[in-house]
């Protein structure tokens, strides 16, 4: 198991930044890959971002590319996701995840992730 605890949320004008970050513990080393994802009023859970334990492999929603960075860093057990030129449409509960078979094909769906924090909200004001 898995224990996840996102943090760094809050309120932010358009055109601004956040870093979110996500603290793990437990067994770790056994997922293969980290994410975020968000969900919106109304609105169902979406991916934003994922990187593999290593650090070799990330990839991003169309939405947020160019704009999100995701990186990790494994001494500190911790990944983190770097939110800039922030739009309202951004606005959402932020979700950290891991899982232990993701892969090219699949990373993208959030039933493939097994552990899940409680979520960080993110407001934007236009």
């Known amino acids: 198991q898995v224990q996840l605890v996102e943090s760094g949320g809050g309120l932010v004008q358009a055109g601004g930044s956040l870093r979110l970050s996500c603290a793990a513990s437990g067994r770790t080393f056994s997922r293969n890959f980290m994410g975020w994802f968000r969900q919106a009023p109304g609105k169902d859970r979406e991916f934003v971002a994922t990187i593999s334990w290593t650090g070799s492999s990330t990839y991003y929603a169309d939405s947020v590319k160019g704009r999100f960075a995701i990186s990790k860093d494994n001494a500190k057990s911790s990944m983190y996701l770097q939110m800039n030129s922030l739009k309202p449409e951004d606005t959402a509960v932020y979700y950290c995840?891991?899982?232990?078979?993701?892969?090219?094909?699949?990373?993208?769906?959030?039933?493939?992730?097994?552990?899940w924090g409680q979520g960080t909200q993110v407001t934007v004001s236009s």
């Open positions: 995840a891991a899982g232990e078979r993701i892969y090219y094909y699949n990373y993208g769906r959030d039933g493939q992730y097994d552990s």
